[in-house]
């Protein structure tokens, strides 16, 4: 049990003892520097409560926290905040037990608890990866890593969109405008030859409208009547009646799409156990809309189209059938929701990692899927989060205006390679050696200055400052990293047996922040955010950076003194690398 969780607990035994009344929650925060203490408790909240005087509630606690537990051996109050002193020996026992853990803050899953199935990366089989999947792709491997960290079992899937009219388009202009090239023959990725299709189809669709507004059509009836737009809409009809031609284009040209994003998601450092492909899945969820208007869950307008009116529930009505039978995209999520869950009888709650433009079409779904009456629906979450915006505007797919992930990742590489020539810190490195090391910097450098900012907000994202070496960056924490490496490689002497010493200030704020690791991996899943990770990341190696610039570690005199900085150095940088491994980066043993 941490410190936190021993207070909480006597803290709420001491308010019950003092003013006969239970308090729910006990709120923490970090002693501020001026004042003696290692943890505040705060006492505002507590008023709510039990009226009277913060100070003297605070004064109150104290004493009885002091008599009642071991480990605090002081206190102050400073106007409602109540500022306790925590023996060193807590600290010390606290790092001797965890000093030879290698999985130090992280749980095993309990054969009895669900799994957590979490959806990311989904992307259209019409164009390559870009920015925008690169955050969403990020975000949704992390949060799977971080929940399994948590203690859960993990599904990481995607449901990839391989069929509608966007395919079509890059089908039809390929066959009009390709002379039969191939990734082989043009030594372009397959997905970034048909990316360049999907673009070729919007141009020359452009020059059709601007022909038929000129011949007297309205703009609206132009991009209607366009002979491009009518064909590809048969192509669509074809797939769908199972045209033998069209369906083997189609095969094609997604092999192609899909070898391609295999090479990304591999420099990405991203993995999936299972996909779904919308070609398979489109069709689903039809049958459900039958049972659900036996029960009432949907009722059916006078022109044959199925709704679910949600108005009580402060939603609108949505449709979920057209006219024509056909369904619409709800219908299919409604049906491969369900049938994920037939899939893995194991999973009892899914994320969906997708944009906030689409917020409310998951809090539609949410709300139809637990009105269906499925238990697992109360534990389905979307992670929702902000647009990718770069110094340049916005990125449009089919104007070819997008930043490609493959370039996005070179540039990196690029950028970092030119930042540390200039440092000049690479001396006794081989060719190979330095390039190994700029690529881990520069996505290192992409993936935290994503993944540091909270899912929810949108981000200007800026490769160059994203590669400093100092400050919040995955440069600065991977140096600190190693830093310690270089410190534990001429640490040429027996540093394996615990040791008891009287602890300097410097590593004892370094030992109070080491024992958060496991509750922020705790509060990262529950959040589905590994923001939260980043964060406190940065926040031990500063804590590191200030302990190694005020105390001696290899030139400490003292031999338990210099044997115990070597074991919390080496314990920070294996709780570094363990942080760095929930977001998906790895660190460098030399910098």
């Given at each position: 049990?941490?410190?936190?969780n ?9 308010f019950?003892a ?31 409560y ?11 606690l104290?004493?009885y ?32 037990g965890?000093?030879a853990?290698?999985?130090?803050g ?13 959806e ?8 390559p ?16 890593e971080?929940i399994?960290?948590s ?9 990839i ?18 002379n ?5 023959s ?40 366009a ?13 769908e ?19 391609g ?17 919308e ?13 659900g ?8 307008k006078?022109?044959?189209s ?15 059938l ?22 893995l009888?194991?999973?009892g709650?899914?994320?969906?990692t ?21 238990s ?13 915006d ?27 390679k ?12 081989s ?18 200055f ?8 949108r ?12 400050g ?32 300097h ?16 991996i705790q ?20 804590e590191?950076?200030?302990?190694y610039?005020?105390?001696?570690i290899?030139g ?7 044997v ?11 709780t ?5 491994s ?10």
């Amino acid at each position: 049990m941490n410190i936190q969780n021993i207070i909480e607990t006597k803290v709420k035994e001491g308010f019950l003892a003092l003013y006969n009344t239970e308090i729910p929650t006990v709120e923490f925060q970090a002693t501020r520097k001026e004042f003696e203490g290692d943890i505040t408790v705060v006492v505002f909240p507590m008023l709510r409560y039990k009226k009277g005087n913060p100070v003297a509630i605070g004064e109150d606690l104290g004493k009885y926290l002091v008599e009642n537990v071991t480990e605090i051996t002081n206190y102050n109050v400073v106007k409602g905040f109540l500022n306790l002193v925590i023996e060193d020996a807590f600290y010390t026992n606290f790092f001797n037990g965890i000093y030879a853990d290698t999985i130090f803050g992280l749980k095993a899953p309990k054969e009895e608890d669900k799994a957590v199935l979490v959806e990311y990366s989904s992307p259209n089989t019409n164009k390559p990866l870009h920015l925008g999947h690169v955050r969403n792709n990020l975000l949704g491997y992390s949060v799977a890593e971080i929940i399994k960290a948590s203690g859960k079992k993990v599904y990481k899937t995607q449901i990839i969109n391989d069929r509608g009219i966007h395919i079509c388009k890059s089908m039809l202009a390929w066959e009009k405008f390709g002379n039969g090239e191939t990734p082989e023959s043009t030594g372009l990725k397959g997905d970034k030859l048909v990316g360049n299709y999907y673009v070729k189809f919007d141009q020359e669709y452009k020059k059709e409208i601007a022909q038929l507004i000129s011949e007297g059509k309205t703009e609206d009836e132009a991009k209607k009547e366009a002979p491009l737009l009518v064909e590809a809409q048969q192509m669509l009809l074809k797939w769908e009646a199972g045209d033998e031609q069209v369906v083997s284009l189609w095969k094609e040209m997604n092999a192609w799409v899909y070898a391609g994003f295999d090479v990304t998601y591999k420099n990405l450092g991203v993995d999936f156990d299972n996909l779904y492909y919308e070609s398979n899945t489109y069709l689903l969820g039809k049958d459900i809309i039958d049972e659900g208007l036996k029960t009432g869950v949907f009722y059916k307008k006078e022109d044959g189209s199925v709704w679910c009116d949600l108005t009580a529930d402060g939603l609108d009505e949505k449709l979920v059938l057209r006219s024509n039978g056909t369904a619409v995209y709800m219908t299919q999520d409604i049906g491969t929701a369900i049938q994920r869950a037939k899939d893995l009888p194991d999973v009892g709650g899914m994320v969906y990692t997708v944009g906030n433009e689409q917020d409310y079409h998951f809090k539609v779904l949410f709300l139809i899927l637990k009105k269906l009456g499925y238990s697992w629906a109360e534990s389905l979450f979307h992670l929702s989060y902000g647009m990718v915006d770069l110094p340049s505007g916005k990125m449009k797919s089919r104007e070819g205006t997008v930043v490609d992930a493959d370039d996005l990742m070179v540039e990196m590489t690029t950028t970092a390679k030119e930042i540390s020539e200039e440092l000049g810190k690479l001396d006794g490195y081989s060719d190979k050696e330095k390039n190994e090391l700029y690529k881990t910097i520069g996505l290192g450098a992409l993936k935290y200055f994503i993944l540091k900012v909270d899912p929810k907000k949108r981000i200007l994202f800026d490769p160059k400052s994203s590669v400093d070496f100092q400050g919040n960056t995955g440069p600065f924490i991977q140096y600190t990293y190693a830093r310690i490496q270089s410190i534990i490689r001429k640490a040429e002497f027996d540093y394996s047996q615990p040791v008891t010493i009287e602890l300097h200030e410097k590593e004892k704020e370094l030992l109070k922040q080491l024992e958060l690791y496991p509750e922020t991996i705790q509060q990262a899943a529950a959040n589905y955010s590994p923001a939260i990770v980043a964060n406190y990341t940065y926040d031990l190696v500063k804590e590191f950076n200030s302990f190694y610039q005020n105390v001696h570690i290899l030139g400490e005199e003292n031999q338990d003194k210099k044997v115990f900085r070597v074991q919390l150095a080496k314990k920070v940088a294996d709780t570094i690398k363990s942080a760095f491994s929930l977001l998906g980066i790895e660190v460098p043993e030399r910098m």
